[in-house]
Structures are given as structure tokens and as C-alpha cells.
């Protein structure tokens, strides 16, 4: 990982506010891609394509609250 893509983890980390919750969506996000989810983005890679969505706003994380 070169200083541009830490660069780039560090403002979406500040964007989604938590590294945990960051990581979570890219995961998720990556899952969906492999599967042939629609790209939003231009990308080498599912990694850099799910970073370039999330940076550009096209994807979120959003919080679901389950209730017992």
C-alpha cells in the first residue's frame, strides 16, 4: 500500500468517522462488486473501486439498530 492510498484511508476514515465502521464498508462493498454488483466507480481492483465510491460520496454506511 503506497502513501497515496494511506493518505486516501485516512480522509475516508474522517468521512465515515471510525476505522472500524470504514473497514466494514469497504468489506461489504468489495463482497458486492466480486459478486457483480454494479461498479459506481473506475478502478483497477474491487479495493480501489469501493475506495473511489466511498471518496466520491456514491456509497455510505448506513446503521441498521435491530430490536428484540
Request: net charge negative; glycine share 8%; aromatic share 4%.
Amino acid at each position: 500500500m503506497g502513501i497515496d492510498a494511506i493518505r486516501q484511508i485516512d480522509r475516508l476514515d474522517s468521512k465515515i468517522g471510525s476505522r472500524f465502521l470504514l473497514t466494514a464498508l469497504i468489506q461489504r462493498r468489495i463482497q458486492e462488486i466480486i459478486r457483480g454488483s454494479p461498479r459506481f466507480a473506475d478502478g483497477a481492483t474491487p479495493m480501489r473501486v469501493a475506495l473511489a465510491e466511498i471518496e466520491q460520496g456514491k456509497i455510505e454506511f448506513e446503521a441498521t439498530v435491530v430490536e428484540e
